[in-house]
């Protein structure tokens, strides 16, 4: 893992961590055993944390597809890392 990477994923963690009102930490997400939704992270809090990312990234999240990037943060940290990505739709 670049360190680019390492430090998006940790974005979003913290990103996670505030967004489950503290039921997730950071550390449980950048852990990577389980799921987010395993985790405890509820679907109100899948859209508040795409809207955050929205805002925090100027990157539109397409969630018409497949959401299977939105499982775990590393999968979720290669998603974004495409979507800004210069040249690319935002």
Avoid: N, Q
């Avoid at 100027?58 to 969630?63: A, Q, R, Y």
């Avoid at 597809?65 to 943060?73: P, T």
Wanted: proline letters at 1%.
């Amino acid at each position: 893992m670049t360190a680019g990477a390492a430090e998006l994923e940790r974005k979003l963690a913290d990103m996670i961590a505030g967004l489950s009102d503290g039921e997730i930490s950071a550390e449980e997400v950048l852990a990577g055993g389980h799921s987010l939704s395993a985790l405890g992270l509820s679907s109100l809090a899948l859209i508040r944390l795409v809207d955050a990312i929205e805002d925090a990234f100027g990157v539109d999240v397409d969630l018409s597809g497949d959401l299977s990037s939105f499982e775990y943060v590393s999968t979720l940290a290669a998603h974004l890392a495409d979507l800004l990505v210069p040249g690319r739709s935002r």
